[in-house]
């Protein structure tokens, strides 16, 4: 019998502490990011979209640069030793990051190097965290799990943004990444309180060299995850450069300041929130799924670029969010639950390279082009990446319906 509850994977201790955990260090982290983005358009530069693109570019870029590295050692080693690295120098970066900006000594070309490391950190963290799901909680509960977390960290991108925004105002960036710095201690507390014994240990792949080579013959034999690659590398390089989008919009456009920037934020978040919720409840994501809502997210673009306020900005940004959310959801868990258990590693850090690692080449261009032709025809661009990637995944749904059709 299938089970369909909301929060069914919270009925595990293991899951329900790093849920706790991951909640409160992801509210810190979506006020850095926040805070980053005002510090360098606002503070170090004069509204200067380009280099908010720069500090996106460093910050994504090793996801694709340290590629080699990273699917294998999730695949590796001890996922939760890794990601308690990890998140402990993640934490020391904020710590840096706060006591240069609080100082009042921080530069440009400092918080450039900062971006940059957080990436170099992230780029093993990401995939580490994602497969370290399955661990949690096994392939029963992998897919409404990771609705959780994809839950966990929307609602953090509802909260964060917003308390940031009041605390830019009140008492300035550096205290924002000292904040974030702080919270590092509740992911890691809670990592420290599993219960290891109950961990759905996965098959670790050998000391083999080439396990990224492996990786990549592995998805170009499935025309599925080629696809859903395909539809990443768009959405993820000319879509989700919503710090570049919303900042841009909101001081160009809306001639709005932090509190209005944060704002906008969340709401983009309120609608992620909506979209997890709702994949929570699916007990398997499938093919058309990806393609409705990535044509929604390419129409919900269209719409917001040519809102006539910032109140139907913020109600665009919404129904945005929403469909960003169910289609990188879906993506995520149909790909864990069609890859083989000692191959999730390195597809999970391919799929984090593609949907991250294409920012420095998007965050650039869209800077470029918000500078240049204005913030509206910036999100025309992530309009476009949508409306395309819906175009790829019907085109994978006819080709597997001709197949089922000849072989049945």
């Given at each position: 019998m299938?089970?369909?509850r909301?929060?069914?994977?919270l009925?595990?201790?293991n ?19 926040v805070?980053?983005?005002?510090l ?10 380009s280099?908010?693109g720069?500090?996106?570019a460093l910050?994504f ?8 590295f990273t699917g294998?050692?999730?695949?590796r ?9 990890t998140?402990a ?24 190097a900062?971006?940059l ?19 949690l909680?096994g392939?029963?509960?992998l897919?409404?799990a ?6 966990s ?13 009041v ?7 550096g205290?924002?990444?000292?904040v ?20 759905y ?10 396990g ?7 998805v ?10 395909v ?10 450069n ?6 841009t919009?909101s001081?160009t ?5 932090a509190?209005?920037?944060?704002l ?14 709702m ?8 093919l ?7 044509l ?8 917001a670029?040519v ?5 139907v900005f913020?109600?665009?940004l919404t129904?945005?969010?929403?469909s ?7 993506s ?6 069609t890859?083989?258990?000692?191959m ?9 390279a593609?949907i991250?690692?294409?920012?420095p080449?998007?965050a650039p ?31 994978l ?8 059709a000849?072989t049945?």
């Open positions: 299938s089970d369909t909301l929060f069914r994977s009925r595990l201790y899951y329900r502490v790093w849920a706790i955990g991951a909640l409160v260090s992801n509210i810190g982290t979506w006020m850095q990011r805070a980053q983005d005002w360098v358009l606002t503070i170090l530069t004069d509204h200067n979209a280099a908010v720069i500090t996106m910050q870029g090793p996801q694709l640069v340290l590629l080699p294998y050692a999730a695949d080693f001890d996922r939760r030793r890794l990601i308690m690295l998140q120098l993640l934490g020391l970066l904020a710590l840096g990051l706060g006591l240069v900006t609080v100082t009042g000594v921080v530069t440009l070309w400092q918080v450039y900062f971006a490391g957080l990436g170099c950190v992230t780029a093993f963290d990401g995939p580490a965290r994602q497969v370290f799901v399955n661990d909680v392939e029963r509960y897919a409404n990771v609705a959780l977390n994809s839950t960290f929307n609602s953090a991108r509802m909260i964060g943004p917003a308390v940031a925004g605390l830019i105002a009140a008492i300035g960036t205290w924002v990444f000292l974030n710095a702080v919270s590092f201690a509740a992911v890691l507390g809670s990592l420290f309180l599993l219960r290891t014994d109950q961990l240990t996965s098959l670790r792949s050998g000391r083999r060299a080439g990224l080579l492996e990786g990549f013959r592995y170009w034999r499935r025309p599925d995850l080629k696809a859903m690659m539809m990443l590398f768009l959405i993820g390089t000319f879509g989700f919503f710090p570049i989008y919303i900042s919009m001081v456009v809306f001639h709005g300041g509190d209005q920037y944060g906008l934020t969340s709401a983009l978040a309120v609608g992620s929130v909506g979209g997890a919720l994949a929570a409840r699916r007990e398997r994501p499938n058309p799924l990806l393609a409705v809502s990535t929604a997210f390419g129409v919900f673009c269209t719409l670029g809102a006539p306020n910032v109140i913020a109600a665009m129904m945005t969010g929403f960003a959310l169910t289609f990188n959801t879906a995520n868990a149909l790909m864990q639950l890859t083989d258990p000692a999730r590693g390195r597809v999970m850090a391919l799929r984090m593609v991250m690692g294409g920012t080449l998007g261009i869209v800077g470029w082009l918000a500078d240049h032709a204005g913030p509206r025809w910036a999100m025309m661009v992530a309009a476009a990446s949508g409306l395309i990637a819906a175009a790829v995944a019907t085109r749904i006819l080709h597997e319906r001709r197949r089922q000849s049945g």
